[in-house]
């Protein structure tokens, strides 16, 4: 039952297969289970039994709300929730409780869907691993999977794999079925950078298709709330309920048709994928290569133009990005001075010494070295000469999608990280801004020119770990993304995490027998 | 024993595309290599030899230019007083010659961008400039929540945030070490 999609238990609802309280008893069972994850921070117990009590009743007499009554779902621990504190895995706001609701929890509350939890992420979303948080870093599922045992090679348990990040906790709680459904944030590419990691979908909406309202601000200009399932047609529902104008973020834009469900047999014989040849960055691992061209493949057969097309700045955006991001943290960072929230420190002789000692006390090296960086390329002598270069590298980014979307091709397909996930000691070997440069290289350019883009799970490695690829389309295209996503989601047979739910007949096992033909290339 | 000869060959081969990628990631490759165990360096080298023709239209090798070091500006040194005027402006301290080093490499990473031509480029601030935003009317339709916000803060009286007292400069950067060092949780 964990291991069904969102689509399969709101069906197995109304069938009375299972009912709201059962299906939340047995995820908050999961979770403690899959405790050494560290996905989440705050499990919210009462609360979800509340809830899907609520929904039964909802269910019984005949009046669900909508396809997400009774789904447990969690979400990033950077989004508001009112009473349930919301820390950015940050000292800073260790207890911080916000007396309100992010738009996006709310309208997910309104229709019934059962919180969970607020999952692990890097402090602030200022990160590519989920290993930089104040409660220690997330644990990839797959770490504990009989794939990546028996053929990665795994000899202790000091192996496991990172879940990529910033918004690990929500992948990983996905992937090990302890929601059916996370919010994640997407800046450079922290939902799709974990969802391909982890192995679940990822979706970055369109810039402004769905508010930030309540999301605590990283980039504003780039910042999108992000949404991670274990399948696109989940995806699609859930961006369905999201999406649109909201009163509260002056940066919503109309939504341009209402999401009903994704067409199961859609033809991509009139549809041209675009391969950008500047997405085969170095780095890229010969695996993902393989299935890059392996996927292109599948279009080709199945009749879609495929054709070789350049973005010719792209090996500038990652430095574009860099820029941009650390001087609008500089900025929004500035908020926390211990006055109004937050962590306030024991340090009063003057004002001035009680916010430099906070923010001392309260941030980690990585949000430091981001907001002094950001501070000298906004000193006045430096503005023009990398703030508004950035901002001038930036159009030339969203012009060059610009001109290849203007040129007839409908979807980007690119890999979405460069390889499999690291082992948490390799990946720890290297600073916090190296790891951003190589894991957000092939992800931040989508949020660079507000782009819609997801990242779908295509295969194991060698190593036995997910392998995704990304599909980027042109701004506002959401739906026509999804559906070209899920006619490949159809045709990769990805396979989930074996060790799901061992009460499941349809799905027992099915790492064994789906992985063989997934890796027969 | 031939197969290991073709095996040393081929490793080579592929360690030089990982070393002549060009050097916008330098630290990029070098840990990219120094990740992969030797398990799976073969892993990666075994898969050209497979079956599986590769699509042309994909790129088979980088595409990413060289940025040769002559290209860019000479390394930033941040000299002490614009030390102290950062942890002023910003708030925060640089803690060991380690946060120090971090900032000059991320200005080095940031100076790759005087590569590009942007000569009649207008600068972009927002995806959203070509449309107009929705904006509501100018009336007050929420708040009276004040009690709420205040109880958020540590330290407040009556309807006030207390703050320690005002308009007095940080202390020095050696005082302020001292003063930083002392204040832990």
Redesign the interface.
């Given at each position: 039952m964990l291991g069904l999609t969102l689509k399969e238990v709101s069906l197995a609802f109304r069938e009375g297969k299972i009912s709201p309280t059962e299906l939340c008893r047995k995820c908050l069972n999961r979770i403690k289970k899959t405790q050494r994850l560290n996905a989440y921070i705050t499990v919210t117990e009462e609360f979800a039994m509340k809830q899907a009590r609520q929904s039964e009743a909802r269910l019984l007499q005949g009046i669900p709300k909508g396809p997400l009554d009774g789904i447990p779902f969690a979400v990033k621990d950077n989004f508001c929730t009112a009473n349930i504190r919301t820390t950015c895995a940050s000292k800073m706001l260790k207890d911080y409780t916000p007396p309100y609701n992010a738009t996006v929890v709310q309208k997910l509350l309104d229709q019934g869907a059962v919180l969970m939890g607020k999952t692990n992420m890097d402090e602030f979303a200022m990160g590519a691993g989920s290993t930089d948080g104040a409660f220690g870093p997330v644990r990839n599922p797959w770490s504990y999977s009989d794939s990546y045992r028996t053929q990665g090679g795994a000899a202790s348990d000091s192996d496991w794999v990172i879940t990529g990040g910033s918004s690990g906790g929500s992948a990983a709680a996905v992937a090990s079925c302890t929601s059916y459904l996370a919010l994640g944030s997407d800046t450079g590419g922290s939902t799709r950078n974990p969802g391909a990691l982890c192995g679940v979908f990822a979706l970055k909406p369109t810039y402004g298709l769905v508010s930030r309202h309540g999301l605590i601000p990283l980039v504003n200009s780039m910042d999108v709330p992000g949404i991670i399932t274990r399948s696109v047609s989940d995806a699609a529902i859930a961006l369905g309920v999201l999406q649109g104008i909201d009163v509260r973020d002056s940066t919503t834009v109309p939504a341009p048709s209402a999401l009903a469900e994704l067409p199961e047999d859609f033809d991509v014989k009139n549809i041209c994928v675009g391969i950008p040849k500047e997405y085969h960055a170095p780095g890229l691992s010969e695996e993902t290569l393989a299935q890059w061209s392996r996927v292109a493949d599948l279009f080709e057969k199945a009749g879609a133009r495929v054709e070789q097309v350049s973005l010719p700045h792209t090996q500038y955006s990652i430095v574009c990005y860099h820029v941009l991001c650390h001087t609008e943290v500089a900025s929004n960072m500035a908020r926390f001075d211990g006055l109004e929230y937050g962590h306030r420190s024991e340090m009063k002789s003057s004002t001035e010494v009680m916010y430099a000692s906070t923010r001392h006390e309260g941030f980690n090296d990585v949000v430091r070295g981001r907001i002094l960086s950001g501070n000298y390329f906004l000193l006045k002598q430096n503005y023009q000469h990398y703030f508004v270069k950035a901002q001038k590298v930036r159009r030339l980014i969203a012009d060059d999608f610009r001109h290849v979307f203007g040129s007839g091709v409908d979807v980007l397909l690119t890999p979405t990280t460069l390889t499999d996930a690291a082992c948490y000691h390799d990946f720890t070997q290297e600073d916090n801004r190296t790891r951003s440069a190589q894991e957000d290289v092939f992800t931040q350019p989508a949020n660079i020119a507000g782009l819609p883009a997801v990242s779908v799970p295509i295969a194991l490695s060698r190593r036995g770990l997910p392998i995704g690829l990304q599909l980027i389309g042109p701004a506002l295209e959401d739906k026509k993304l999804l559906c070209v996503a899920q006619w490949v989601e159809q045709r990769v047979n990805f396979p989930s995490i074996s060790d799901c739910d061992n009460t499941q007949e349809s799905r027992k096992d099915p790492g064994v027998t789906r992985r063989e033909q997934t890796s027969a290339i | 024993m031939i197969k290991m000869l073709a095996f040393q060959t081929l490793r080579v081969v592929s360690l030089e595309i990982?070393g002549s990628?060009?050097n916008?990631?330098a630290?990029?490759?070098r840990?990219?290599t120094?990740?992969c165990s030797p398990?799976?360096l073969q892993?990666?080298?075994l898969?050209?030899l497979?079956s599986?023709q590769?699509?042309l239209?994909?790129?088979?090798?980088?595409?990413?230019?060289h940025v040769p070091e002559e290209e860019l500006p000479r390394p930033t040194k941040?000299p002490a007083d614009l030390v102290d005027r950062?942890?002023r402006?910003?708030?925060?301290?640089?803690?060991t010659q380690q946060?120090l080093e971090?900032?000059e490499?991320?200005?080095r990473?940031?100076d790759?961008?005087?590569?590009?031509d942007?000569s009649g480029?207008?600068?972009?601030?927002?995806?959203?400039e070509d449309?107009a935003?929705?904006?509501?009317d100018d009336t007050v339709?929420e708040g009276d929540?004040a009690e709420?916000?205040l109880?958020?803060?540590?330290?407040t009286v009556e309807e006030y945030?207390v703050?320690?007292?005002?308009n007095?400069?940080?202390?020095k950067r050696e005082e302020?070490a001292a003063?930083?060092r002392?204040?832990?949780?």
């Open positions: - | 990982l990628s060009c916008l990631l630290n990029n490759v840990s990219i120094k990740r398990r799976s892993s990666q080298i898969r050209p497979s599986h590769h699509n239209k994909v790129p088979k090798v980088p595409t990413w230019e941040i950062l942890e402006l910003a708030l925060v301290d640089f803690r946060g971090c900032l490499k991320a200005i990473f940031a790759q961008l005087h590569v590009v942007t480029v207008e600068p972009m601030d927002s995806v959203l449309r935003l929705y904006l509501r339709t929540c709420e916000l109880k958020l803060a540590k330290n945030f703050a320690p007292p005002g007095i400069p940080l202390p302020r003063i930083l002392h204040s832990e949780f």
